[in-house]
C-alpha cells in the first residue's frame, strides 16, 4: 500500500466514524467534518509519492518502520483529525505538517 493510498484510507475512515456518530443537537457538525474529511481524502488521493507531507509523516514515523506500512499518526495528528470540520484539504494538511514541526497552525 502506499503512503498515499494509507493516508486516504485513514481519513475516510475517520469520515465514515463521523457518518455513524449520532449526537442529538449536533448542529450538523458531524456532518461537516466528514465531508470536510473526504474532501482531504480526494485531495490527497491526487499527491503524488514524494509529496513533501507524505515525506513529514513518514519521518515522523507516522508509516511505522520503513515509511510504508498503514498510516498510523501520533496522538497530536490524530487530534487535528478528530475534530476537523471546515476548510479546505489544504489547510488540513498544514494544520498536520505543522504538528509535525511542533508549531502552532
Known amino acids: ?8 484510507g485513514y481519513l475516510r475512515a475517520q469520515a465514515r466514524k ?14 461537516r467534518s466528514a465531508l470536510a474529511l473526504l474532501d482531504a481524502t480526494a485531495y490527497v488521493e491526487a499527491l503524488g509519492e514524494d509529496d513533501p507531507l507524505l515525506a513529514a509523516l513518514a519521518d515522523a ?17 490524530a487530534r487535528i483529525v478528530r475534530f476537523w470540520e471546515a ?19
Do not use: W, Y
Request: hydrophobic fraction near 30%; charged fraction near 30%; charge should be negative.
Open 1 to 8: 500500500m502506499s503512503r498515499t493510498e494509507s493516508l486516504a
Open 18 to 31: 463521523k457518518l455513524d456518530r449520532v449526537e442529538p443537537r449536533d448542529g450538523g457538525r458531524n456532518a
Open 61 to 77: 514515523g507516522c508509516f511505522g518502520p520503513g515509511g510504508g506500512g498503514e498510516f498510523r499518526p501520533d496522538e497530536e495528528v
Open 87 to 105: 476548510g479546505e484539504p489544504r489547510q488540513l494538511l498544514a494544520a498536520i505538517r505543522s504538528a509535525l514541526q511542533g508549531s502552532p497552525a
